[in-house]
């Protein structure tokens, strides 16, 4: 589909040019396979926007993205989060616990 093939120009350019922030808010992303089918390709990332988007869930692959400093998943409908969650050492605590409070408020 369109937004499908938008999304993998996006990341596709991204991927080439190695850049730290992947901008992917308002997208009509419903799941994570819809930004890439092996997010471990795209390790050089330390910030992912995502928010304004159609996510329920965020998988165990986002556990690839292990330099990634910024998560924003804003204005989601997440319910699910990884088990794996854990191993983004780089995410601070105190973005961590935002992001958590906004998925339990939202």
């Not at 120009?9 to 997208?27: F, H």
């Not at 804003?74 to 699910?80: K, R, S, T, W």
């Not at 794996?84 to 105190?94: A, G, P, Y």
């Amino acid at each position: 589909n369109r937004m499908g093939k938008n999304v993998r120009k996006i990341v596709d350019a991204n991927r080439e040019n190695k850049d730290e922030e992947l901008q992917l808010d308002d997208k009509g992303i419903s799941s994570l396979t819809d930004i890439d089918n092996n997010l471990s390709t795209l390790t050089h990332l330390t910030r992912l926007i995502l928010a304004h988007n159609r996510l329920t869930k965020i998988t165990q692959a986002i556990g690839d993205l292990k330099s990634l400093t910024l998560l924003n998943c804003f204005n989601n409908q997440i319910d699910e989060l990884p088990a794996n969650i854990h191993v983004l050492q780089q995410l601070s605590w105190k973005k961590r616990c935002q992001w958590l409070v906004m998925l339990v408020i939202l």
